[in-house]
């Protein structure tokens, strides 16, 4: 069955340094991945998507990695800020048929002033 | 970006009786509607697909007679939770996309907190 797995539930970084989270992921092979942010008692929010063919994507102080051999994502905030702290989650597209998501387990990730 | 809109956020509920979870695209048509359940500190679990004018599609597992999900237009699909039993607390999230394929982007409702006592 498919597994999603991010390296870490938690990470505590210093406000300026680049943030790595990473998602692994077995059993599948995707066409895309996606990136989402989620606060406490909130639905996540889309952040970037990045497909097989395209080995980076950037978004502001976000950068995103595809490695489809590897079967691995790597997800990097760059001068990170207090207001980052959140949960980020990464999730694959299932197509078979009505195109779900299913998500990862998810990365809690604390900036420290 | 599109807006998606869960009603309501937060609900109480004596055990047995049953509640509705009101999840709508405000600025697009959604033809297919997905409901999340999430625990304290884990992930997404998709419950369900919901697809507008046809039966719901089901994850293993997850009991369809329990949740039950109405995708009756394009911007309006609805959880009932039926005879809720306290372990049925949970945070429970929908989704919709305006088109189909992975490449669309997914928004999500704000969640609505179940509590059943």
Known sequence: SQKIEQNSEALNIQEGKTATLTCNYTNYSPAYLQWYRQDPGR???FLLLIRENEKEKRKERLKVTFDTTLKQSLF?????????SATYLCALDITGGYQKVTFGTG??????P | GAVVSQHPSRVICKSGTSVKIECRSLDF????????????KKSLMLMATSNEGSKATYEQGVEKDKFLINHASLTLSTLTVTSAHPED????????????????????GQGTRLTVV
């Open chain 1, 43 to 45: 639905g996540p929010v």
């Open chain 1, 76 to 84: 990097h905030i760059t001068a990170s800020q207090p207001a980052d």
């Open chain 1, 107 to 112: 990365t809690k990730l604390q900036v420290i």
């Open chain 2, 29 to 40: 048509q959604a033809t297919t509607m997905f409901w999340y359940r999430q625990f304290p």
């Open chain 2, 89 to 108: 607390s949970s945070f429970y999230i929908c989704s919709a996309r305006a088109g189909r394929g992975g490449n669309t982007e997914a928004f999500f």
